[in-house]
C-alpha cells in the first residue's frame, strides 16, 4: 500500500512466528517496494500522458496547417466569388442598358422591369405593378405556346406585335428562359428582347416591293424576251417568249454561253470578249444584237444587257431583256435601201427646221448647178415659190401638224435662172417627237433642168 493505495500483494510462509521486529522489517521493504511500483507507474503514466500530448500537439500541428490552407482557399475562392460578382454585375448592367428586360412569376405577372422596356412599353412603375405577361403578348396562341416551352423547362424565342402606352403597335423580338429554384422547379420567367420594329417595317417594305418586283417581272415576262446568264456568261434562263419565238427549248440553251448564241462568223470577236468584261465590272449595254435561233438563222434583238448584284455586291447574274427586231430590221434594211436608190434618181434637199442647209445629194447640186458651199448661203425664202399660196411658214406649221405637202416649185438655180417642179415635203421627228429637219424630193426638177439645157 502506497499512499493508501493499493498496490500489490506480497505473500510470505514462515514455520516459525515471526517476531515483531521482522514483521516491522517486512512492512517497510514492502512500503518500499510498494512506493517503488507506485513510481514506476506514474513514469509509466507521466511518459504515457508525454507521448499522447506529443501526438496531440502534433494533431494539432498538421489541423493548423490544413486550417491555414484552408483559410488560404477560402480567401481564394472568396477573392474568385468576388470576381466573379463583378462580372456578373457588369453582365446585368450591360443587359440593362442594352436589352429589354422583364420578370415574371409562374402565374404570368410581371414582377419587374428595367429602364428599357418601360421606355418602350411607355408604362409608368404603377401600371407595371397590375401588368401580367399577356398584357405583353396579346395573341392568346403565342402565350400558350411560350408558357408550354417554359414550364417543360425549355427557353423560346418569338416575334409579336405589342400595343404601347401611346396605342402604338411596336414589334418585339423576344427571348424567355425558365429560371429554377434549388429543387429544380420553374420559379420564374426572365424575358430578354429587343425592339425590331424597324426591322419588321423594312420587312414589309422589302415583301411589298418584292410583290412588285415579281409583278414587273411578270409584266415583262409576258411582253418582252428575257434571258438570264451567270456572270462567266452562261445560261440559267430564258422565258417563254424567247424561247417560243427561237424555237429552242430550255433544256436546249440551259449550260451554254452567250457566245454559242451568236453567229458562228462572230464570235471570235474581241468586241464581244470586251462587252462581257465591262459586264462583270457593272457596266449595261444598250442597243442592237444579233443572235442565231434554233435552226441557225440570224436574228435581231433591241434591248439591254444588265449586271445583276446581291445584297453584298457581288456580281449575281446578268439578264438581258430585248425585243426581236428582226422583221423591222428586215424593212429598216429594205428601207435604207430604197432610201440609196431613191438618192441615186431624185434630187432631195434637206434643211433644218429654221430653213438652213442640212443636206443635199448630188443629184440636187447638178440640177441647180449649186456647190455645198454656195448653197449655204441662199436664201430659201426668196429663192423658193410655192404654188397654191404655199409659204415656208405654212409648210413649216403643217408639217410640225404632222402632215405632209405635195405641190409645184419654182427653185432659182445658181445660174439665176427659175426651173419647176413637183415636190414632196414632208418631216422628219426626233426622239422627243419634235419637228428636226424639212425634206424636199422634187420629182420634176431633172427633167426640167435637162430641158432648159437644151433649149439654152
Keep these: 500500500i502506497n499512499d493508501e493505495k493499493m498496490v500489490g500483494a506480497l505473500e510470505i510462509a514462515s514455520f516459525h512466528i515471526l517476531e515483531q521486529y521482522k514483521i516491522e522489517f517486512l512492512k517497510d521493504v514492502a512500503k518500499n517496494i510498494a512506493a517503488s511500483i507506485s513510481v ?12 499522447d500530448s506529443q501526438h496531440l500537439a502534433s494533431e494539432l500541428q498538421s489541423s493548423e496547417e490544413e486550417m491555414r490552407q484552408s483559410m488560404e482557399e477560402l480567401e481564394a475562392i472568396q477573392e474568385e466569388m468576388a470576381r466573379n460578382q463583378m462580372e456578373l454585375n457588369s453582365v446585368f448592367s450591360a443587359i440593362d442598358n442594352t436589352w429589354l428586360k422583364a420578370e415574371f412569376n409562374i402565374s404570368g405577372d410581371l414582377i419587374s422591369a428595367n429602364n428599357k422596356m418601360t421606355e ?40 409579336y406585335p405589342i400595343t404601347n402606352a401611346q396605342n402604338e403597335e411596336l414589334w418585339l423580338g423576344a427571348s424567355y428562359s425558365p429560371v429554377v429554384n434549388n429543387a429544380g422547379n420553374l420559379s420564374k420567367v426572365l424575358l430578354l428582347g429587343e425592339n425590331i420594329t424597324q426591322k419588321k417595317l423594312l420587312e414589309k417594305e422589302n415583301e411589298k416591293n418584292q410583290a412588285e418586283l415579281m409583278n414587273h417581272m411578270e409584266a415583262i415576262n409576258k411582253t418582252i424576251a428575257s434571258l438570264e446568264f451567270d456572270k462567266t456568261g452562261i445560261i440559267t434562263h430564258a422565258n417563254d417568249i424567247y424561247l417560243s419565238i427561237t424555237g429552242f427549248t430550255l433544256k436546249d440553251i440551259e449550260g451554254k454561253s452567250y457566245f454559242d448564241l451568236l453567229p458562228e462568223k462572230d464570235r471570235e470577236k474581241p468586241q464581244y470578249q470586251l462587252m462581257w468584261e465591262s459586264l462583270k465590272e457593272g457596266k449595261f449595254f444598250s442597243g442592237e444584237f444579233k443572235q ?106 403643217e408639217l410640225e401638224s404632222g402632215k405632209k405637202i405635195e405641190t409645184e416649185i419654182q427653185f432659182r438655180t445658181n445660174e439665176g435662172e427659175w426651173t ?11 426622239l422627243d417627237l419634235e419637228l428636226d429637219k424639212i425634206i424636199f424630193l422634187f420629182v420634176g426638177m431633172i427633167q426640167n433642168s435637162l430641158n432648159l439645157k437644151n433649149a439654152n
Design 40 to 51: 514506476l507507474q506514474v513514469n509509466e503514466n507521466t511518459q504515457k500522458l508525454l507521448d
Design 120 to 159: 418602350f412599353t411607355g408604362w409608368t412603375a404603377s401600371e407595371l405593378k397590375v401588368k401580367t405577361h399577356q398584357s405583353i403578348c396579346t395573341d392568346p396562341s403565342k402565350h400558350q405556346e411560350i408558357w408550354e416551352h417554359l414550364k417543360l423547362g425549355k427557353s423560346i424565342q418569338m416575334n
Design 292 to 397: 442565231t435561233d434554233c435552226s441557225g438563222h440570224e436574228m435581231w434583238l433591241s434591248g439591254t444587257l444588265n449586271p445583276i448584284y446581291d445584297s453584298d455586291k457581288n456580281l449575281k447574274k446578268v439578264m438581258l431583256l430585248a425585243q426581236f427586231t428582226t422583221k423591222s430590221k428586215q424593212k429598216l434594211n429594205e428601207l435604207s435601201g430604197s432610201v440609196t436608190a431613191m438618192k441615186g434618181v431624185i434630187p432631195i434637199l434637206e434643211l433644218n427646221k429654221d430653213f438652213t442647209l442640212k443636206n443635199a445629194n448630188p443629184l440636187f447640186f447638178e440640177a441647180t448647178g449649186y456647190s455645198r458651199m454656195s448653197l449655204k448661203n441662199v436664201d430659201y425664202k426668196s429663192n423658193f415659190k410655192l404654188g397654191n399660196e404655199w409659204t415656208l411658214e405654212g409648210v413649216l406649221a
Design 420 to 430: 419647176s417642179s413637183v415636190v414632196s415635203i414632208a418631216g422628219v421627228q426626233n
